[in-house]
């Protein structure tokens, strides 16, 4: 029988983490200062398990390595997405990831093209998306000078705000932010700044990697043209945020109520995060319940599905590159 993957996510506590897993999506979390939440992952730092069916226990990771078959026989030693929920009690640090070619060098994994979608934010909240350093000379002597207020651009921020965020571009998460973040199965940041704060656990200072921030930052900073795309599927309006060698990002929004039959096109495999309602999967006649906090990829064989009900939905899939 073909079914979809249900998964058990992986949560990371942060320093900048809080409560809101918990409260908004009743995760079971380890502390007070939950930052993220690894919903769709095979990462090594935290892999998500599959909850249901024939595969139920088994790790995405595993279930990569020994059954392709459910990813449409899909090419690469990785699983190459992570679909994280991340809840900024506090700001995250000013960060920049790696492209592929440096992190595999580097850090022997995929570099970090990421997007947000935001779940939630607090009126005043703001993140930091870009700089104004015009070379590297430049960004390197206003890094060393910690002029930050000169050089960070900050951006205001509400639900259902976008954000596509390519490897090389300076950014963090403000505080009072919730997203949904969808991006390549990596895990290396450098830190270009953390605010001179102190993590309460470690009484230290975290670590800022510098030169490698220098090295894989974009210079000068150009926002991404999105290209996204609205349609209607049944009774949902779909958006398309984003669709790049790495990802394609989807919202599918019933919140209205109502029916949707989607077929799959190009791409091997969807990944999908319930963020609001509840309702109705129907897979070949059988039918699954959905609710808000909800994450699973519906595999290869699943080629048409149909959602009922009052949901509203982030989906992906994999790009050409991934
Ligand atoms: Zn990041």
């Keep these: 029988m073909i079914e ?45 398990i599959v909850e249901n069916g024939e595969f139920s226990g088994v790790p995405l990771d595993q279930l990569w390595q020994e059954h392709r078959e459910l990813f449409g026989n899909a090419k690469g030693k990785v699983f190459p997405l992570l679909t994280k929920i991340l809840d900024a009690h506090r700001d995250l640090s000013v960060q920049v990831h790696p492209d592929d070619n440096y992190a595999a060098e580097h850090e022997h994994e995929l570099g970090k093209t990421e997007c947000w979608y935001i779940i939630a934010a607090k009126p ?24 930050w207020q000169q050089l960070l651009r900050y951006v205001p921020v509400k639900a ?66 999105l290209q996204s795309k609205k349609y209607r599927v049944g009774d949902a309006q779909v958006i398309q945020y ?10 599918w929004d019933l919140a209205g109520g109502g029916t949707a039959n989607f077929v799959r096109k190009d791409a091997p495999y ?33 080629k048409s599905w149909k959602i009922s009900g009052q949901l509203e939905i982030i989906a992906s899939e994999p790009g050409e590159k991934s």
Excluded at 29 to 36: A, V
Excluded at 278 to 299: A, F, M, R, T, V
Aim: proline share 5%; aromatic share 10%; with cysteine.
């Design 124 to 147: 005043d909240a703001k993140l930091i998306y870009g700089h104004t350093a015009q070379t590297r000379a430049e960004l390197a002597e206003m890094i060393k000078q910690q002029k």
């Design 4 to 48: 979809p993957l249900f998964l058990k996510p992986y949560f990371q506590e942060k320093m900048w983490g809080g409560t809101r897993l918990k409260s908004e999506f009743g995760c079971q979390i380890p502390s007070d200062h939950t930052g993220e939440c690894w919903a769709i992952s095979a990462h090594p730092h935290g892999r998500a």
């Design 242 to 251: 984003v669709e790049t060698d790495f990802f394609a990002v989807y919202r």
């Design 160 to 225: 259902g705000d976008f954000f596509y965020v390519p490897s090389g571009t300076i950014h963090a998460l403000g505080a009072g932010i919730m997203a949904l973040e969808t991006q390549q199965s990596s895990d290396t940041t450098y830190r270009v700044y953390d605010f001179d704060r102190v993590d309460p656990t470690t009484h230290q200072k975290r670590q800022l990697h510098l030169q490698q921030s220098i090295d894989v930052t974009n210079v000068p900073h150009v926002d991404p043209r």
């Design 270 to 302: 969807t990944l999908m995060s319930v963020l609001s309602g509840s309702g109705q999967l129907q897979i070949n006649g059988q039918d699954y319940s959905l609710k808000k906090g909800q994450h699973l990829i519906l595999p290869f064989q699943v």
